[in-house]
Nanobody, 114 residues
Framework: QVQLVESGGGWVQPGGSLRLSCAAS????????MRWYRQAPGKERELVAH????????NYADSVKSRFTISRDNTKKTVYLQMNSLKPEDTAVYYC???????WGQGTQVTVSS
């Protein structure tokens, strides 16, 4: 059974940091590129970051470049999203995704406010 389980969300003040984790099971994680998406209230889901199966290649949405870092540990079957210098506009539910088979996690809420 395929599972993607996100964790690490929560509330943080502007300028703060959070690290999201997504633990995968049920498929050959090390062979899959992975992505993080987010969806804010009333908005469409948007792609935040992408990482290749090896971790050698990453891509980011312009809105998060230089603030967010995607990484992965294939031995732990986990993908991460380090989020720094958080802004209120980063508030959203963050989802982990394996695009090849369109696997999705349940999401984790990130709220940035003072």
């Amino acid at each position: 059974q395929v599972q993607l389980v996100e964790s690490g969300g929560g509330w943080v003040q502007p300028g703060g940091s959070l690290r999201l984790s997504c633990a995968a099971s049920g498929f050959p994680f090390s062979l899959y590129a992975m992505r993080w998406y987010r969806q804010a209230p009333g908005k469409e889901r948007e792609l935040v970051a992408h990482i290749s199966w090896s971790g050698d290649n990453t891509n980011y949405a312009d809105s998060v470049k230089s603030r967010f870092t995607i990484s992965r540990d294939n031995t732990k079957k986990t993908v991460y999203l380090q989020m720094n210098s958080l802004k209120p506009e980063d508030t959203a539910v963050y989802y982990c995704n394996a695009p090849a088979n369109d696997y999705w996690g349940q999401g984790t809420q990130v709220t940035v406010s003072s």
